[in-house]
C-alpha cells in the first residue's frame, strides 16, 4: 500500500483546511486509515482514524474540530480542520493498516499563524 498525502499549508487562527490521502495498491487489505501528527520538539500523535465500516476516532483535542470521512471509490481519506489553533501546527501523516502492517504517507506540513 502507498499513500500520497496532501492539502497542507499556511492558515490563520481560526480558519479551515482540508487535508486528502489517496491510497494505492494493495488496497482491498486496508481496514483502517487515519492521520496522525508530529509537531516540533513532539512525539507523533494520533488525530484521527476511520475504519471500513465508517466508525471514526479522534484525539480529545480535535474532537468538534476536525472531521475525518472517506470516499471507497476513489480510496481517499479525508481530514478537515475547522477551527485551527496554534497547537495544530505539526506535520500529519497520513496512515493506513492492512493486514496487521502500517503503512505511512510522506507527510504534509500544516501551519497555524497568529
Known amino acids: 500500500v502507498q499513500l500520497q498525502a496532501s492539502g497542507g499549508g499556511l492558515v490563520q487562527a481560526g480558519g479551515s483546511l482540508r487535508l486528502s490521502c489517496a491510497a494505492s495498491?494493495?488496497?482491498?487489505?486496508?481496514?483502517?486509515m487515519g492521520w496522525y501528527r508530529q509537531a516540533p520538539g513532539k512525539q507523533r500523535e494520533l488525530v484521527a482514524t476511520?475504519?471500513?465500516?465508517?466508525?471514526?476516532n479522534y484525539a480529545n483535542s480535535v474532537k468538534g474540530r476536525f472531521i475525518i470521512s472517506k470516499d471507497g471509490a476513489k480510496n481517499t481519506v479525508y481530514l478537515q480542520m475547522n477551527g485551527l489553533k496554534l497547537d495544530d501546527t505539526a506535520v500529519y501523516y497520513c496512515?493506513?493498516?492492512?493486514?496487521?502492517?502500517?503503512?505511512w504517507g510522506q507527510g504534509t506540513l500544516v501551519t497555524v499563524s497568529s
Open positions: 496512515y493506513a493498516r492492512h493486514n496487521g502492517v502500517a503503512s
Open positions: 495498491g494493495t488496497v482491498f487489505s486496508i481496514d483502517l
Open positions: 476511520i475504519i471500513t465500516g465508517g466508525t471514526t
